[in-house]
């Protein structure tokens, strides 16, 4: 599990979708992996979380893009 999947899971994925004015049906895409965030929202996702969840947190580790 990763560490957005962790948040997820821990937040509530409706309590994330109203924070990110998103639909809940997004952040189930985004905890199973059948989507990701857009930048927008990513940045959302920082800023939620004060910055504990990062880029490579949300979109995985750059080494694996290369």
Do not use: C, F
């Not at 049906?25 to 990062?54: C, D, E, F």
Request: proline residues 3%; hydrophobic residues 35%; positive net charge.
């Amino acid at each position: 599990m990763n560490k957005l999947q962790e948040y997820i899971k821990n937040r509530g994925q409706e309590q994330i979708a109203k924070d990110l004015e998103v639909s809940k049906h997004a952040v189930n895409s985004w905890y199973y992996g059948q989507r990701q965030p857009t930048v927008k929202q990513a940045k959302k996702i920082m800023l939620l979380t004060s910055k504990a969840l990062t880029w490579e947190d949300i979109y995985g580790p750059i080494e694996e893009t290369v």
